[in-house]
């Protein structure tokens, strides 16, 4: 078992950035899979994007060259770079370690995009 720790949340205006961090209690260097989520209000959680353990990153169509998700291993930490940020990016924000085994859930951050 991992535990997640998210942070970065907050406040931004539309066309803005903001870097959330996935910190986890131990070495995240075998974990398969690094994972972020998000949440809405009223919609499903959704998949943001993943980053595996040997660094491939994938991503939901609707952040695809607006987010970035990178993993420093050597601070048992995962990065999700979010740039030109929309309204519609507005919700929780969640980190999950996914192994073969068990998948483990932050507890989120709140992401709000407005003017």
């Known amino acids: 078992q991992v535990q997640l720790v998210e942070s970065g949340g907050g406040l931004v205006q539309p066309g803005g950035s903001l870097r959330l961090s996935c910190a986890a209690s131990?070495?995240?260097?075998?974990?398969?899979?690094m994972d972020w989520y998000r949440q809405a209000p009223g919609k499903q959680r959704e998949l943001v994007g993943s980053i595996t353990s040997v660094g491939r990153t994938s991503y939901a169509d609707s952040v695809k060259g607006r987010f970035t998700i990178s993993r420093d291993n050597a601070k048992n930490t995962v990065y999700l770079q979010m740039n030109s940020l929309k309204p519609e990016d507005t919700a929780v924000y969640y980190c999950?370690?996914?192994?073969?085994?068990?998948?483990?859930w932050g507890q989120g951050t709140q992401v709000t995009v407005s003017s």
């Open positions: 999950s370690a996914f192994t073969v085994i068990r998948r483990d």
């Open positions: 131990r070495s995240i260097f075998s974990i398969n899979s």
